[in-house]
């Protein structure tokens, strides 16, 4: 049991960067970016494939955030540029990185095992695979949660929130909106990447489906943790993310555990950011009848 | 300091929903300015006002802010020399964001946005003096997120904003319309104040007649797309509500269509 837990915690820790990546364009540009489902494994397939023909595992890791940046810049040309809404411009970028992957593999997965990855230099320590996992992954998410906390409160980090928050005021206020939407959409996708080259890492295996129903699981996380873990400020949201990814991760072993088909699993996180997502609407059923209770206006 | 030159404007040009919003519109504004601009439901005043803002680009004509000739350039590097306030209160906050938050941005309009910290300690105190001066409490609540104000309060915020890092034009179109009476008349107020106080050059909608006539130095009313009326010095000093009416009714050859300014 304990296993298993430590091993959700350690894959919660990859994924989390996922959810950050989701968390930038969901929550801080207000766009639902499809690009991930590509870019996640293409992260995964650039790490594979590089890996696999003897690079370096940082450089490789290295090489597949760059590339998720790539496929960010896309999404944002076709979005701001070309005028396509944001949702359509996510998708097509997410279609055509299914051809990108399979190119870069040369087939539709690759198995890593017995080959070095970042994970290997941790276990020449006397790390057991799934800790090794756990302490990289720790240390990445805290990086990441710093240099974003940091970048959010800067000058430019500012100009991103704000178009997300209103663009109309954003524009008045002198902020290049097109710019800043892309900006995100590059850093997002790069941090979606990474944590798909370090998830294939970890299971020793990229495939070119592994992105399929990924956005779902980045909104069940980021909804997870912002309803448990709190949202007080930036940092609180950034940390309540990771918990929150870390939180499905085990709620997904556990449900797992107690014998539901691991098939289902994409139907019961359906159902539950379903659930989640619609919880607005539920509250606008109850306010009148609150209202009538209590006479005062919420 | 804004010269307007012959500009056109259409919506949905070649559809059956054409509509010629501006028409042929020429327009000078001399630098210290408050021109107040009135006209009925639908006389271009937002199109104008947009068009100058660079929201929508102009089909014809050109368009001149202190010698530079802006009729090309994008909305946000107008933004630069141009502070707005909207009808909308929430149209000119970002409601996630806090109090100072905003203030820091609208500090930074026209600049490159850096790596640097997004607000210094030094600004803070600049901030606190600026919104004691609007009176409303608020230089006590730097941190609060802007999406808990009132519409006031936030008018009175996007107000400061505007003219935070002092405009070559400032744009307020219908800004106190959404506001209670009492409310809005305190926002006119502050209006004026930071306009005098800055000697800014103005162009500002209002559907109040009254308001119109009392503040600014200079009158100006659209009717389909032009400018049927333009009175300034002595002369707009001495005018009524119902010498206006009259004389749009004159310039136009229509009734007054705008039910709020009759009330008003
Ligand atoms: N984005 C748009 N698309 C199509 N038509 C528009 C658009 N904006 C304005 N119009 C049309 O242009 C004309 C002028 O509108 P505008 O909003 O400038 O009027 P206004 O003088 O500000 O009126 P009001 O006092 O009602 O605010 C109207 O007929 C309007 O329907
Ligand atoms: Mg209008």
Not at chain 1, 171 to 193: D, E, F, H, K, W
Not at chain 2, 6 to 15: E, M, Q, S, V
Request: net charge neutral; glycine share 10%.
């Amino acid at each position: 049991m304990l296993q298993i837990i430590l091993g959700a915690i350690s894959l919660g820790l990859l994924w989390a960067i996922m959810t950050i990546g989701v968390y930038i364009t969901y929550r801080i540009l207000d766009i639902a970016d499809l690009t991930v489902e590509g870019s996640i494994a293409m992260g995964a397939a650039i790490v594979a494939f590089s890996i696999f023909n003897g690079m370096n595992p940082f450089i490789a890791t290295g090489l597949a955030f760059l590339g998720g940046m790539a496929a960010g810049l896309v999404t944002g040309i076709l979005h701001t540029k070309l005028k396509i809404p944001a949702l359509l411009a996510g998708i097509l970028t997410m279609i055509a990185l299914y051809s990108v992957n399979l190119r870069i593999m040369g087939k539709a997965n690759l198995s890593l095992l017995r080959i070095d990855t970042v994970f290997t230099s941790l276990e020449n320590l006397g790390l057991s695979p799934n800790n090794a996992v756990m302490l990289f992954g720790f240390l990445s998410v805290a990086g990441i949660v710093g240099l974003l906390y940091w970048f959010f409160g800067t000058e430019m980090g500012c100009a991103i929130r704000a178009t997300g928050n209103n663009p109309q005021m954003a524009r008045a206020q002198g902020i290049n909106t097109n710019n800043m939407i892309t900006l995100g959409l590059v850093i997002s996708n790069g941090l979606v990447a990474l944590s798909g080259s370090l998830i294939a890492q970890s299971q020793s295996f990229a495939d070119v489906q592994m992105g399929i129903g990924s956005i779902v699981i980045g909104l069940a996380s980021v909804i997870i943790g912002e309803v448990i873990f709190g949202t007080r400020n930036f940092l609180n949201c950034l940390i309540s993310l990771v918990l929150g990814a870390i939180t499905y991760r085990i709620i997904i072993a556990m449900v797992l555990k107690m014998g539901m088909p691991a098939n289902d699993l994409k139907l019961f996180t359906a159902i539950t950011v379903a659930i989640a997502l619609s919880l607005p609407v539920f509250k606008t059923y109850l306010r009148p009848i609150k209202k009538s209770i209590t006479g005062e206006d919420l | 300091m804004l010269v307007i030159n012959g500009i056109h404007k259409r919506f949905n040009a070649g559809t059956v929903n054409e509509k010629i919003a501006l028409s042929n519109l020429s327009l000078t504004l001399e630098e210290g300015d408050f021109v107040t601009l009135i006209g009925g439901n639908g006389a271009g005043k937002s199109t104008l006002l947009n068009c100058v803002a660079g929201v929508y680009p102009i089909d014809q004509g050109s368009i001149i802010i202190d010698d530079i000739d802006v009729t090309k350039l994008p909305e946000h590097k107008r933004s630069a020399v141009i502070g707005r306030v909207f009808q909308d209160p929430m149209m000119g906050t970002a409601a996630n964001m806090g109090i100072e938050e905003n203030l820091a941005l609208a500090y930074r309009r026209g600049q490159f946005r850096s790596l640097n910290w997004g607000i210094s300690n030094k600004e803070r105190e600049v901030y606190k003096q600026f919104l004691s001066q609007l009176d409303l409490g608020l230089e006590n609540r730097l941190n609060a997120k802007v999406g808990l104000l009132s519409g006031g309060q936030r008018q009175a915020l996007t107000l400061l904003m505007a003219t935070l890092k002092k405009p070559k034009l400032l744009l307020l179109d219908e800004h106190t319309a959404a506001l209670d009476p009492k409310t809005a008349e305190k926002v006119l107020q502050l209006s004026d104040k930071f306009i005098k106080e800055s000697n800014l050059t103005t162009l500002m909608v209002t559907h109040n007649m009254r308001n119109a006539i009392e503040h600014g130095n200079r009158l100006i009313m659209m009717h389909e797309g032009r400018v049927i009326l333009d009175i300034n010095g002595e002369e707009k000093q001495h005018l009524t509500v119902e010498n206006l009416l009259k004389r749009f009714g004159q310039a136009s050859g229509e009734e007054f269509a705008d039910d709020r300014a009759l009330l008003a």
